[in-house]
């Protein structure tokens, strides 16, 4: 199962396995590394990276000197979300990507289409697949408003 955690937005997942039939609450100390995973992301939310809870520790002359993170994905996006190539190096154990939407990579390849609740978006051509709502015509814009007080004052202004 997979479980998100949030903050302000979606900072990642934890797909530690629980035991639905005895409930049992998880342990913080017993977890297993590697089931959890923290998103990167921009000011835009786009999930530019993903680091898993492994870290390898860096040696020098016999002593530990740092750690490193085990990166799970990195991508770079150009307008309309679509993944640069070159500079994206992606993963199948985490889905999601531009404006932290989740991507289906069995429609249109990998990184070439996302999912949201409501709609489905294609950042190639920069475009939803559904259509927006018809407009109704009982609700009245605010540029008609506009286009016929300009109207009124143009007629107006040529007895004047």
Known sequence: TERNSYGSSRL???????????????NPVNTVL????????????NVLAVINDIKYPIEDN??????????VSISDYAPFGVQLDGRTVSSSDYRYGMNSQEKVDE???????YTATHWEYDPRL???????PK??????????????QLNSVLTLSRFI
């Open 12 to 26: 990642g997942r934890n797909s530690h396995k629980v035991d639905l039939y005895t409930a049992l609450d998880e």
């Open 34 to 45: 590697g089931e959890k995973y923290y998103e990167l992301t921009n000011h835009l939310g």
């Open 62 to 71: 016999g002593n530990v000197s740092y750690f490193e993170v085990h990166l």
């Open 107 to 113: 429609i249109s390849g990998s990184g070439n289409h």
């Open 126 to 132: 920069g475009r939803r697949w559904n259509q927006d």
């Open 135 to 148: 407009p109704n015509p009982t609700i009245i814009s605010p540029k008609i408003i506009f286009r016929s």
